[in-house]
Nanobody, 116 residues
C-alpha cells in the first residue's frame, strides 16, 4: 500500500503564496501519477493539478498561478500556489494513481484558507 502525508496548508491573505507538500511512503513502485484535488464544504471535489511522466495539467481557474512539481528522489509532490484568491479556500488532498488496478490513494488533506 501507499501512504500520503500532506503539509504546508494554512491561512494567508489574498495575493499571498503557499507551498503544499505531499510525501509518499510504502509501496512507492505502485505509483504512476500524482496530483492534488481540493474540496470546499458543499461543493464537489475538484481536480486542481496533476503530474504524469513529467507532463502537467491544471484546472483552468489556477493556470498561471499554481505549479505542480515532483521530486522522485524524495517521493514528494509539491503544489506551489501564488496569487491566492479567497475562492482557492478549500481542503487540499494529495492523491496517487497506481500502475495496477488499485483505487486511488489519498492523503488526509490540508486546509488552505485565503482571507480577503
Amino acid at each position: 500500500q501507499v501512504q500520503l502525508v500532506e503539509s504546508g496548508g494554512g491561512l494567508v491573505q489574498a495575493g499571498g503564496s503557499l507551498r503544499l507538500s505531499c510525501v509518499a511512503s510504502g509501496s512507492i513502485f505502485r505509483i504512476k501519477d500524482m496530483g492534488w484535488y481540493r474540496q470546499d464544504p458543499g461543493k464537489q471535489r475538484e481536480l486542481v493539478a496533476l503530474i504524469s511522466s513529467g507532463s502537467t495539467k491544471y484546472t483552468d481557474s489556477v493556470k498561471g498561478r499554481f505549479t505542480i512539481s515532483r521530486d522522485s528522489a524524495k517521493n514528494t509532490v509539491y503544489l506551489q500556489m501564488n496569487s491566492l484568491k479567497p475562492e482557492d479556500t478549500a481542503v487540499y488532498y494529495c492523491y496517487a494513481n497506481s500502475v495496477f488496478s488499485d483505487p486511488l490513494y489519498w492523503g488526509q488533506g490540508t486546509q488552505v484558507t485565503v482571507s480577503s
